[in-house]
């Protein structure tokens, strides 16, 4: 996305995604087409709210088994 569909998707202000880029952990903009992943901000702001995250093995897969004795 660019930072314009950035900042509208993700309803962010031009300084606050300038804050934002600031971060060292904050995905950067592919340098061949100046554009960021948006997936990679969603991953981004989700770990900021402690939201596991599927790519990061956060998350229970459809093969594991239920285990209701724990509840």
């Known amino acids: 996305m660019t930072d314009e569909q950035l900042r509208e998707h993700f309803g962010l202000s031009e300084k606050a995604l300038y804050r934002l880029r600031g971060l060292n952990n904050f995905p950067k903009k592919d ?3 100046g554009k960021t992943d948006s997936r990679v901000v969603d ?3 989700d770990q900021r709210v402690g939201i596991a995250s599927p790519l990061r093995g956060g998350l229970r897969t459809a093969t594991e088994e239920e285990n209701w004795d724990d509840l």
Request: glycine share 16%; hydrophobic share 85%; proline share 0%.
């Open 43 to 45: 991953l981004f702001f």
């Open 31 to 33: 340098g061949l087409i």
